[in-house]
Each structure stands twice: as structure tokens, then as C-alpha cells.
């Protein structure tokens, strides 16, 4: 199995204040990678250097490298667009547009890359809805605004959203922390099927979730990678004290 | 004084202050609201006096007046009667605000998305400040303006230009008067900016930033972000422009002293002409007899007050609905 992302040294700043300190870590290629650690330690941050959104907030910085397939997406030539088609994401809140309809909000990001063909839309449109298990509910209302679905099914639309334009990572910030328990069993199961095409980087808060879904898990405390290993590793045995305790649940 | 006693006083005491605190309350709360009614009472006033001084002209030419097409206070044969119709205020009126909002909306849009988009906060501050400043302008400056900077610059430069390139259309054609239609919506395009600028401002700041990530992450450029933006304040914004329309059809100072003030069922924009509000600030002095003519330009004023109000309670409407829109998708 190859490595998909590659980072290395990795640091970040809001303002003067570190948030990530000297990350280095490598995510292999379509597999469930959970990053879990306390409240504040960094998860965010993290996901969103991967896809260069981190840069957007005022007085942020990033050194460093990340590698996608072996290139640098902080390298002097790389359009933070592009990097972002390549590597979607889907946040903490379900975030459909409201005033795009189902069928609009699942091709929005295809639109952004020219394509207008009806045909291929519709294509896309149930191939996405599909894969985000979305499509059964929903595919008699298409013309329906996002913002009228539950909020499972919006946050699978917005899952829907990441995969029509095809990306090859796929970043999470704890997707289901929003969702009841039903909604959230969806959404699990979901993120197993993706594994099979896809790299998916998970944050999540909750450690049987990520005993559940994920291959491999990293634990991060204040800001430093403390542990990275097999799921099956840090949870059966971890190296470091500090991740037996959080894990044990002693803080956190 | 036993103890018992001491608190019983001493509740009474607190029961009795807080019935005085009570009615004091209630005594200010009927005031206050007595105050407020006098608004629906003043507003009543006006329609009824509008209507009552232009009772006569309604009587007279009734519904015609609406398309009637001349206006002739003294008319050359003394024997036939004074006759009014307002379709020319009506068809000035509303070119001129079609004129401004065609100029104005787009430019205002772009001052509203430069600053909730693309602008960095210093630099917002200082264009916030000078947009809401030409709002402080008294329309009669601008009508100043109007007549010694802007008619010579346009006259002179841009209008014989827009003639060369667009005088196949019937709007741009024949003489070039620099007092005309153009120059009025020109002049309203400039007042409208700030009203229809500083409310869509206010509408994109308000669109979530989880709407902006959401395209971001999409992989949108900076100018699909603003649309994105544009989009979700879409009915904010209407509401906007709408408010500046309000604005553009009741303007009056600034209109009289750069459209030429002629009674004209114009068809190109540079010949002069006059709006329902140009027409009344122009002509009330001299309407003194015959009474008639007083009433129509009190009919004048009382279209152009329906249309505001209209306008304006729209306006309102739409932008009232479409906060509290986004109000209730936040809470979700
Ligand atoms: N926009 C910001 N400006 C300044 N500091 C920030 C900002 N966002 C996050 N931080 C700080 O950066 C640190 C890491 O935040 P981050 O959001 O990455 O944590 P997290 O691990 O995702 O936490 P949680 O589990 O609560 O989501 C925190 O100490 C936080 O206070
Ligand atoms: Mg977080």
C-alpha cells in the first residue's frame, strides 16, 4: 500500500499562538486514517492544512511540507485551488446550500469546473447521490431545497457534494457529531465504502467511532503528534502513557 | 416593634413600592406608545389632506389623468379650460429610476462585495465610512454638482461619445442636452449608491462563513465565493435595490435642477424631461389659479406618494422576510 499524503514537519500558527507543532506523519492511499485527541489540541487545524483552507483565516501560517502523491501542495507553483479538487472535505455542520436545490447543490462543484452538460450532470448527480447513500430518500425530490432534508441527510448531501468532483482525499471534521445516533450509523457505514476508493482523513471525537471505522489512528495532544499506529494498535496497546489515558478515558 | 411586625412592615413597604413602580411603568408605557401612535395619525393626515386639495383634479379628469399626455395650465385659447395628465411625470419618473438603478445597482453590488469579500478590514473601514458619507449629502448639493461639474463633463465628453457609438437606438438619439432625462438618472445612479450599498453590505456580511468554506472547499476561486455570497443574501439584496428605488422615485432637489423640467413624453434620454416630484417642487409656487391646477399637482404628489410607499413597504417586506430566512437556517 502506498502513501497518499506525506507531512512533514508540519507547523501552524494562528497569529503568534502554535497550534501544530513539528507534525509529521504519513497517510496511506484509500484507507480510514482517524485523528482523535482533547478538545483544542489541533484536529482542524491539521485537516485544514491538508486542503490549504487553513490560510484563509486572517494571520494564519503554515511551514512545512505536505505531499500529494510525492508533491508539495505548499510549493511555490501550486494554485490552492487546484489542491482543493483534488482533496474535498465536509465539516463539522452540514452546510448545503439553501438556495441551490438537492440536484444543484450535489453538481455545485462540478459547475465550478465548466461543466454544463445535462446529460453528465444528471450522471454525476445520481452516481454521487448514491455513493453518499443519499439517493433512495431523496431522488423523487430533487428539485427540492438542501436546507429542506434532515440534518443526516444534509450532511450526506454534502458528502454527495465532495464526491461529484471526484477528489482523491477526502477530509472529515467529525461529520457526525451534529447527527443523532441513526444518522450517525449511516454515515459510519458510508465511510467504510468510501475507504474502498478513496483516501478518507476523519477527526473525530468520539474514540469508539474511531475504533469502528477507521484502519489507522493518530493522537494528538496540544498540538504534537503523541501517537500513530494501526487502529488496532493504539487502541489494544498503545506505546505512550499519555495515549493509554486518553484513550482510558482519564481526561480529555 | 416585635420582630414579626419589623418584616411585615418591611414586605408592605417593598409590595407598596413595587405597585408605584408598577403604575410609573405602566404610565410610561402608555406614553410612549400614545407617542408612537401619532405616526399612524400624521401619516393619516397627509394622505387625507393630499387627497382632500386633490379632490378637485380627481373629480375633473378622473382615471384619465393617468394617461392623459399634456398639461396646460393656461391654455392659448382663454376660452377652452385648463387640462392635466400626468402619463409624461409617470413615464419621467420611472425611466429616470430604471436609468438609476441600472447604473447604480451594479456598481453598489460591487462596493458591497469588495468590502465583505475582498477588501482587508483597514481599508473597509475608510470605504465604509466615505460610502455612508455621500449619504450625508443634502440632495441640493448634489443637484449643485449636478449643474456646474457633472452636465458640462457629460455634455461635452460622454454624451457626443455615447451618440457615435449607440445613436442607432431611439434613446440616444437627436439633440445632446446636458439638463436631460440621462443626466437625472445619472444624477439618482449617484444618490442611490450608498442606501443600496450599505445594505447589501450588511446582507453578505451576514451570510454564514460556513457558505464560503462550503465553495472553498469545492475548489472556488475568490469571485465563485462572491457568488456563492450573492446568492444566499439574494432576497436581502432585492430588498436592497428595492430601498433604492424608493429613494430614486422620490428624489426631488437634485432631480429638478439637472433634468430640464419639461412637460415631455420624451424617447431620447437626452432631451429634457420631468418626474411626478420634479414637477410639484417646480411648479408649486406659481399654481395659484386657476385651483384647479394646484389640485393637479396635488394628484401629481399623491401618485408619487403611493408609489413610494409602495416601494418602500415592499422594500421592507422583503428584507424583514429575508433575515429572519437566514435567521432560522443559522439556528438549524
Ligand atoms: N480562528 C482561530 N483564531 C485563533 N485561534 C484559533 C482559531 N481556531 C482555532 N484556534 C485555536 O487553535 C487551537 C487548535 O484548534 P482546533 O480547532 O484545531 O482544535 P480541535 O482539536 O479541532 O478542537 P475541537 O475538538 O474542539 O474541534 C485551539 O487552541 C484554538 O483555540
Ligand atoms: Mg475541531
Known amino acids: 500500500m502506498r502513501y497518499k499524503i506525506e507531512i512533514q514537519s508540519l507547523s501552524a500558527w494562528f497569529g503568534s499562538k502554535q497550534v501544530l507543532q513539528d507534525i509529521t506523519m504519513r497517510i496511506k492511499e484509500n484507507v480510514v486514517t482517524a485523528i482523535i485527541g482533547p478538545s483544542g489540541c489541533g484536529k482542524t487545524t491539521l485537516i485544514r492544512c491538508l486542503n490549504r483552507m487553513h490560510e484563509l483565516t486572517p494571520r494564519a501560517k503554515v511551514t512545512g511540507r505536505v505531499l500529494l502523491d510525492g508533491e508539495d501542495i505548499y510549493g511555490e507553483n501550486v494554485d490552492p485551488v487546484t489542491v482543493r479538487r483534488r482533496i474535498g472535505m465536509v465539516f463539522q455542520k452540514p452546510n448545503p446550500f439553501p438556495m441551490m436545490s438537492i440536484y444543484d447543490n450535489t453538481v455545485a462543484g462540478l459547475k465550478l469546473n465548466g461543466v454544463t452538460d445535462k446529460k453528465r450532470l444528471d450522471e454525476v448527480v445520481e452516481k454521487s447521490l448514491r455513493a453518499a447513500h443519499l439517493w433512495d430518500e431523496v431522488k423523487s425530490e430533487l428539485g427540492k431545497s438542501g436546507a429542506s432534508l434532515s440534518g443526516g441527510q444534509q450532511q450526506r448531501l454534502c458528502i454527495a457534494r ?12 467529525e461529520p457526525t457529531s451534529a447527527l443523532d445516533p441513526t444518522a450517525a450509523a ?3 457505514q458510508l465511510i467504510r465504502i468510501l475507504a474502498e476508493n478513496y483516501t478518507v482523513v476523519i477527526v473525530t471525537h468520539n474514540m469508539q467511532q474511531a475504533a469502528r471505522v477507521s484502519d489507522f489512528t493518530a493522537f494528538l495532544y496540544l498540538g504534537k503528534l503523541v501517537e500513530y499506529g494501526s487502529t488496532k494498535d493504539i487502541f489494544e496497546n ?7 489515558k486518553y484513550i482510558t478515558g482519564e481526561f480529555g | 416593634m416585635s420582630q414579626h411586625e419589623k418584616s411585615q412592615n418591611f414586605l408592605s413597604k417593598i409590595k407598596s413600592n413595587r405597585k408605584k413602580r408598577f403604575s410609573e411603568d405602566s404610565v410610561f408605557r402608555a406614553t410612549v406608545l400614545l407617542i408612537a401612535c401619532n405616526i399612524f395619525i400624521i401619516l393619516g393626515l397627509i394622505i387625507f389632506k393630499i387627497t ?3 379632490w378637485l383634479s380627481i373629480q375633473t379628469y378622473g382615471i384619465k389623468f393617468l394617461w392623459g399626455t399634456t398639461w396646460q395650465p393656461f391654455p392659448p385659447d382663454p376660452t377652452v379650460p385648463p387640462s392635466f395628465g ?33 477588501a482587508p478590514k483597514s481599508f473597509n473601514y475608510i ?9 450625508a449629502i443634502p440632495s441640493v448639493i448634489y443637484g449643485l454638482w449636478g449643474i456646474f461639474i457633472l ?11 455615447l451618440q457615435a457609438t449607440l445613436g442607432f437606438l431611439p434613446f440616444f438619439q437627436g439633440t445632446i442636452r446636458g439638463s436631460s432625462v440621462l443626466t437625472g438618472g445619472i444624477i439618482l445612479a449617484i444618490m442611490i449608491i450608498p442606501t443600496v450599498s450599505a445594505i447589501s453590505r450588511d446582507v453578505f456580511a451576514a451570510v454564514p462563513n460556513s457558505q464560503r468554506e462550503a465553495i472553498i472547499a469545492l475548489g472556488a476561486t475568490r469571485w465563485e465565493k462572491a457568488r456563492i455570497v450573492m446568492g444566499y443574501g439574494r432576497s436581502g439584496v432585492i430588498g436592497a435595490i428595492m430601498l433604492g428605488l424608493g429613494r430614486a422615485v422620490g428624489e426631488t432637489m437634485a432631480i429638478t435642477m439637472v433634468i430640464g423640467n419639461s412637460f415631455n413624453m420624451f424617447t431620447s434620454l437626452f432631451e429634457p424631461g420631468a418626474t411626478l416630484a420634479s414637477i410639484v417642487a417646480n ?14 399637482l396635488m394628484e401629481a404628489g399623491l401618485i408619487l406618494f403611493a408609489l413610494a410607499i409602495a416601494v418602500n413597504a415592499s422594500a421592507r417586506l422583503v428584507i424583514w422576510r429575508s433575515t429572519r430566512k437566514i435567521k432560522e437556517a443559522e439556528m438549524l
Open chain 2, 127 to 135: 470605504i465604509s465610512f466615505f460610502v455612508e458619507l455621500l449619504a
Open chain 2, 283 to 296: 411648479e408649486f409656487t406659481e399654481a395659484s389659479s386657476p385651483p384647479v391646477y394646484i389640485s393637479a
Open chain 2, 151 to 161: 452636465i458640462p463633463f457629460l455634455q461635452n465628453n460622454l454624451y457626443p461619445q
Open chain 1, 238 to 244: 498503545p506505546k505512550s502513557e499519555l495515549t493509554e
Open chain 2, 52 to 54: 382632500q386639495g386633490a
Open chain 1, 186 to 188: 449511516k454515515i459510519e
Open chain 1, 162 to 173: 465532495a464526491l461529484a468532483i471526484e477528489p482523491e482525499v477526502i477530509l472529515m471534521d
Open chain 2, 86 to 118: 400626468a402619463l409624461p411625470l409617470i413615464w419621467g419618473t420611472l425611466i429616470t429610476s430604471a436609468i438609476a438603478l441600472l447604473l447604480g445597482v451594479p456598481i453598489s453590488l460591487g462596493i458591497a462585495l469588495a468590502l465583505s469579500e475582498f
